[in-house]
């Protein structure tokens, strides 16, 4: 039997404004630095107290966040966890405390589904197979042995971990498709470059580049650049996200195929946060609706482009 029953929600008192403990990943890619925006754009829009860390994409710097927030009595706490793992023992502190969590962006890997009220985000491993069926198609008469290199995201997070699931699950389909190296870019510009510098290095043949992120795939540009070959041609470039930066280098034809993943969250997460003070049932997964784009996709839609 359950040894100490959770503390109920506390709703703040009529005419409070509603207080929201929000940590954030950190600020590593484009697409961060829209989600961000959007979080702060829709607690202001809402009305509501946000209080906003940034984690510099470090797990011990979320926990410390949530337990400040803990302590602060906030109304609700929501974070983006960097990366799946070992979040019971945080999430359940909040949870004796009566205070709600909601994820977005990403998901944990906890067993206890109660220890937070709803998950926002995409599909990411929806995502890794819309990469892999553009892949599949485009190589559907390949004789020969097709060599792709994944930059992945940053090690342990949802997106790295379900983007390479799902991309894998529909290359297999085609025997010629060989994941020849997989090696994290942290989803950064920076390290998406060095990284791709060493496969070039390393590797005699590269045909394909698989990047988790558009980030990682712009620095990756740069250095196939330097290289003295031509992205997009000489090696075909898949990414993630769909920033304007990544659909500039697609009109450009630089990126061949982009997956988006959708970063304006706030207005979701607000709505989420209001129903759950006002103790209304929230479904436990809100998945974001996405496209994807080729280059010509890319150069039509670039002039809408948000973020
Ligand atoms: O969790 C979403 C991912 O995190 C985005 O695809 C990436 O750009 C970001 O850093």
Redesign the pocket.
């Known amino acids: 039997a359950p040894t100490q029953a959770a503390a109920a929600t506390k709703a703040p008192a009529a005419g409070k404004k509603i207080t929201l403990g929000f940590s954030q990943?950190?600020a590593?890619?484009?697409?961060?630095t829209a989600?961000s925006k959007s979080v702060q754009d829709a607690a202001k829009d809402a009305g509501f107290d946000l209080k906003f860390s940034d984690a510099q994409q470090k797990q011990e710097n979320q926990i410390k966040a949530i337990r400040n927030y803990i302590q602060q009595k906030v109304d609700v706490i929501a974070f983006?966890p960097v990366v799946e793992s070992g979040w019971d023992t945080v999430l359940k502190e909040a949870k004796d405390a009566g205070i709600p969590v909601i994820l977005t962006?990403?998901a944990v890997d906890s067993k206890d589904t109660s220890l937070y009220k709803t998950f926002i985000?995409?599909d990411?491993v929806e995502e890794g197979r819309r990469a892999g069926k553009w892949l599949v198609d485009t190589y559907k008469d390949a004789k020969e042995q097709v060599n792709i290199v994944e930059l992945q995201?940053?090690t342990g997070?949802?997106?790295a971990n379900d983007r390479k699931a799902g991309f894998e699950e529909i290359i297999k389909s085609n025997p010629n498709l060989k994941i020849i190296a997989s090696q994290t870019g942290d989803?950064t510009r920076a390290k998406g470059k060095e990284v791709m510098q060493a496969f070039l290095k390393a590797q005699k043949k590269i045909d394909v580049l698989y990047a988790?992120?558009?980030?990682m795939a712009l620095g990756a540009i740069q250095a196939i650049e330097a290289a003295g070959l031509k992205p997009g041609k000489d090696i075909i470039i898949i990414s993630?996200?769909g920033?304007k930066d990544g659909f500039v280098a697609a009109g450009e034809g630089k990126i061949n195929f982009i997956v988006e993943?959708n970063?304006l969250l706030g207005p979701q997460l607000m709505q989420a946060v209001k129903d759950v003070v006002d103790g209304k049932e929230v479904t436990k997964r809100i998945v974001t609706k996405e496209g994807v784009f080729t280059s010509e996709d890319a150069k039509r839609e670039l002039p809408n482009r948000q973020y």
């Open positions: 990943v950190g590593e890619s484009g697409w961060r989600n983006s962006d990403r985000g995409s990411f995201g940053t997070s949802a997106p989803f988790h992120n558009d980030d993630v996200d920033v993943c970063p």
